[in-house]
C-alpha cells in the first residue's frame, strides 16, 4: 500500500469534509483565544492538522486501510463506467 494510492482515492465525501473541517477550525480559534494551551494545545492542533488535511485532499488513510468510503464516486466498480 503506497501512500500515493492511499491519498488518489477520494473516499471522503462533501459532508464529512465539512464535519472534519468543523472542529480544525474550533480548535484554531481556541488556541488563538488562549482557551487551550500547552500539551493540550499541541494534542488537538496534531488532531485537527491530520482532520485538515483529510478534508483539503479528500482521501482519509483511516477508511482506506478499513475499506470503508463516504464518497458515492468512489463506491463505482470498473463494470459500473461499461
Request: aromatic share 10%.
Amino acid at each position: 500500500m503506497s501512500i500515493k494510492a492511499i491519498l488518489a482515492t477520494k473516499n471522503v465525501a462533501v459532508w464529512d469534509r465539512i464535519l472534519r473541517a468543523l472542529p480544525a477550525l474550533i480548535v484554531g480559534w481556541a488556541w488563538y483565544t488562549g482557551l487551550v494551551d500547552g500539551g493540550l494545545a499541541i494534542t488537538l492542533a496534531v488532531l485537527a492538522v491530520m482532520l485538515f488535511v483529510t478534508t483539503l485532499t479528500g482521501a482519509c488513510s483511516l477508511y482506506y486501510m478499513l475499506g470503508w468510503s463516504t464518497c458515492p464516486i468512489s463506491r463505482r466498480t470498473k463494470h459500473d463506467n461499461l
